[in-house]
Every structure is written in C-alpha cells, then in structure tokens.
C-alpha cells in the first residue's frame, strides 16, 4: 500500500505553484482580476515514478503541467526539476534546460506541424540541442522511430498520412529524443480510442521501463491513472484536494471530492453496476475568477461544515503519504483512522 | 549504431521536390500559366535580339500601318516589315511591345518582391510579437488611409529630379516607381498575414517548439511561414498584377518613365484615344498584361496546392 518509497530523492519539487492569467475588461482594458487556473499547488515527483495528475475538465490541470515547463510564466511559486528552479531562470539558462524535461501533448493531431515530415519533426529537438552530423541525426531519428514502434519507411511522410496512435507515436519519440528525465504527458490518450488507448499507455510504460523515465500522467480517465500511475493527486479548481499512493487514494479516498469522482467511474460488471451509488454533485464548478471564500469545494460539498465556508483547509499528512485538504480530517483527526478503516471495510464489500 | 541498423537505416528517400512537381503537373492551368510565363519572358528578354527594329525610330512616312493579319484581308496599309504595324508616329508597335514587356514585367516583378517582404515582415512581426502589435498595425491602418495616387506623386516630384541625377533617367525612375508601388502595396499581405500568425501561433505544435526550446527566429522560419505560404502566394499574384497597372496609371498621368520610354500600360494609354479606328494598339498591350497577369495567377495557385503536403496527398 505505501509503495511510494520515501527513500527516494524527489526529481520534481512544486512549491506553492500559481498560475494566475489576467482578465482585461472595459474600454480602457483595464485589469479588473484574474483567473486563478492553479492556485497553491505543491507537490514532489520522485525519481521514475508516474505521478497521476487528475480532475474534471477546467480545473487547472493542463495549466499546472504547461507551467511545469514553463510554457507559461508562473505567477508565483517555485519549481525545482533535477535541482534547478525552473520559474526563476533566464531564457537562456531555461533553453539549456530543456532537454531534461519534455512533453507528450494531448492532440496528436494539433502537435505535429503539417509541413513537416515525420524525420524533420522528430529532428527538431536534435537540430535545437545537439551538433550531431546530418547522418548521425538520421540515425537518431531511426532508432527513435523503432523505440516508439513506427516503420522507418514512414520517415518521409507528413502527418496527415498517419492515424491518431500513429501521431501520437510520433509526438512520443520527439519527447524522447533528447533522453529527457522527466516528461509531462498532457492526456496523451484524451484523443484517442480505447484500443489505441491501450497501446499507447503501454508503450509509455514499457518506455519508462527502458530509459528510466518520470512521468507526470495528466488524465481525466481514473482507470487510465489506476493502471499507469504510482501516487495520484486529485485537484479541484486550481488546488490539489488529496495526494496520495494508487492504491490508498482508490480504496480509501478521504476528501469528499474524491469520493465523488470515484463512484463517477463506470462499473464494467452490470450486476454490480446497479447497486453502485453514485455521489452525484449539486450545482457547478465556481468560476476560477472568483473562487469561494474557505474552501473552494464547499458550495458542492455534500458533508460541508459552518468552517469550510470560512476557513481555507490546509494539506495535511492524514496518514503516511496520503496528504488531503478537508476539515473533515483535521476534526476528526483521532477518529480518522477509524472512520477511513470502516470506509475500506464498505468498499470491500462492494468490490466484493 | 551495430551494423544491421545501419543497413537498415538506408532508405532511399526521395526528395520532396519532385513530389511538388509532380503535384504540379497535375494542375493543368498551372501548367498551361507556366509555359506562357516562359514564353512571354523568352518574348521580351530574346526578342530584341531577333527583332532587331528600334522602338523609338520615328517614321512619319509608314505611321499608322495596321497589322498583317487585317492588311492580308482588307484594303489598308500595311507591311511585312512592321507585321503588328505602327502607331501614329510611326514606332514599331512589336518593337515597343518587347521592350515595354522588359519594363512593365521589371517592375510588377521587383515592386511585388518588394511589398511582400515588406508585407510579411511586418505582418509576422505584429502577429508573433504582441507588444509591436498595436504599432506596427496602426501604423499599417495609416498607411492604407492614405490615397495612393496623390502620395505617388508627390513622391516623384519630390525625390524625381535627386534619383536621376545619381543614377541616371532610366535607372532613377525605375528605382522611384519601384520603391512607390513597393511601399504602398504592402499592407493587405500584412493584414493577411497577422491574422494567419495569430491563428496558427495558438496551436500546439507551436507551444511544442517552446517546449523544446526552439527560439523565435527560428519558430517564425520553421513553422510559422510555411504555414502561411498560401496566403502570401495568393497575395504575390494579385501583387504582380496591380504593380503592373499601377505603373500604367502612373505612367498615363505622365508621371512614370519618359515619354520616349514605352511600358505595356503606356502604349495602352496612348492609343486609348484612337481605339475605334485602330483596335489593335489597346489589344496587344492589353493582352500582354492580362495574360500574364492571369498566368502568373494560375501558377501562384498550382503552386500553393503542390506545397501543400495534405492536397499533394503524401
């Protein structure tokens, strides 16, 4: 249950991350707020595991990943990757920087140029980063095309000949072309159907396997980040909600967000699929512009208490590796143990 | 790396450009565009060597002889030595109609290199670099509020009389008309050419460039212009095109080359006045513009599908 080692050294540190974008209203374009699409997230990858990144759609997700690498300028927080922070460099020093951490984006289609062949696509880090020789660079280009599982034939074709999983290949093996540490992958399956899901997925891990890869799993699909990921964070509306280890954050979620999102899984079995009961949310997600006072869960929250309107939870360490915001834990701290035992106890019966 | 990769890795690759030929082929306009471009061009670059009649000889003696192909049916003067005839000083009409051809495509060609550039430069760098936007497109909105003729010609008044005096009459004016048209003409393909950078700046590959750390200039050379390769060429058409009328206008206000200098658009305009009695001096010149015009246009869009690899169906 607690495979998420402690021993290991963290490869990404996130603190406190914000990503706030402004909102320009009125005749004289004046600031008048902002979007706060991650608001406060802190988090640590380690060494060669996939951190599951999950959540509903606009809740900040793709943002956090972006801003990971600095796509976007962050508006406040620190991120260290393999010992630099990475929000604090110069254009420069963030270029030299690059090779270490790569992205797998989530439309195959959109992420490939369509003037470009699959051989200049995939040399395009190599161009950028090393002084490789025009056939050195063919060969690189080779072998990467054979690690992703693509015909060498296909160097000279353009995108558009190719299907989904086939892009998405290529997306993959320009991601891997410069032995990057850490790679973020931005729902690199949302696009594609479920066989090629599957490929996919599995050729990300057997990828992992083979060059010893950290990955940062975007997804909304949570059987998806069950399958591949090591530890999962949960975020809703800019802020991570839980953070925990695949198995504890499945069997046993602690913060009432969670517990939502998980009975929203479908149940392949329809025997089992009638007796599921579902926590169905009332209302809509507030808007990221103007996010509720306390916590940002507690104008949905079906256990919302008088001190969620007011105060924000902060993270906590509710057991060993398992961080969640909620008040409901920080009340209830002697009887948690109990009460999240007792909650394993009904989920197994459900399994069951 | 090992030997076996390396046998594998030779696949005959073959080069992209035969695959835009062959596209090219099969766009029968632009086949037909091209092949008279290349002879209009041979026309006015080899024709002053086999047609050895000086344009500008006055002949008041054979004046207003019509061509051969209305002299061999009807009564009218008319000669072999001068086939298309002469105007109403006697020049040479085929005579004129090569060397204008040199001028007029001179012209339309340079003037249209020019406000390309001029257009994308400025439209890729107010599209990618949202600080210059504003400037760079109100400066654009000033420069189409201006009337263009009247601007024309305040240009040749005021720096005529200092470009001749260094490079002498012919040159001086044609760098003049040039730069003229160059730089009034720049700012459709500008307009055009922001809004294809906008659009295309916002998809993913682009953001997959940042990610690998590819800098500006070469994001702008890589995948930002071929992206907008189609609306430049159409641009560069229509380009060619209103340069080459443009210097007629210019040239029938009196303002354009000398009058002893014969363009297509000026032998147009001189004959305009007598056209009912002599057709055949607005038609040729007429002609020559419109059908290189139209050809030029024609190969600009076989053109645009052949670079297209998604049309080129590779």
Partial sequence: MLDAAPSKKPLVEVRNLKMHFPIYAGLLRRRVGEVKAVDGVSFDVFEGETLGLVGESGCGKSTCGRALLRLYEVTDGSITIDGVDIAALSNNALREKRPTMQMVFQDPQASLNPRMTVQAIIQEPLDEHTTLSTKEKQQKVYELMDAVGLNRRFAGRYPHAFSGGQRQRIGIARALALNPKFIVCDEPIAALDVSIQAQVVNLLEDLQEQFGLTYLFISHDLSMVRHIATRVAVMYLGKIVELAPREALYAAPLHPYTEALLSAVPEPDPSLEAKVERIILQGDVPSPANPPKGCNFCTRCPKVMDICREVEPATREVRPGHFAACHLHEITSQTAGATAAQREANERQHGE | MTETTQTQGTIPVRNQWWDVWDQFKTHRGAVIGGAFLIFITLFVLVGPYLWQ????????????????????????????????????????????????????????????????????????????????????????DLVLSLPLLPILLVMMLLFRDPLRAAFGPETGIFILIVSGIGITSWMHTARIVRGDILAIKEREFVLAARSIGTPPRRMITRHLLPNVMSPIMVSATLGLASAIITESALSFLGLGFPSDFPTWGKILFDSVDRMASFPERV?????????????????????RDALDPRIRGL
Avoid at chain 2, 286 to 295: A, D, F, P
């Fill in chain 2, 53 to 140: 009649v000086d344009a500008q000889k006055l002949d008041i003696r054979n004046k207003d002889l019509r061509p051969f192909y209305i002299g061999l049916f009807a009564d009218v003067k008319w000669s072999w030595s001068r086939p298309l005839g002469t105007d109403h000083l006697g020049r040479d009409i085929m005579a004129n109609l090569i060397q204008g051809g040199q001028i007029s495509m001179a012209v339309g060609w340079t003037a249209m290199i020019l406000s390309l550039f001029l257009g994308t430069l400025i439209g890729v760098l107010a599209g990618f670099f949202k600080r210059l936007d504003g400037i760079l497109m109100r400066f654009t």
């Fill in chain 2, 283 to 303: 038609i040729w010149p007429g002609l020559c513009i419109s059908l290189t015009v139209l050809s030029v246009n024609y190969i600009g869009d076989g053109l």
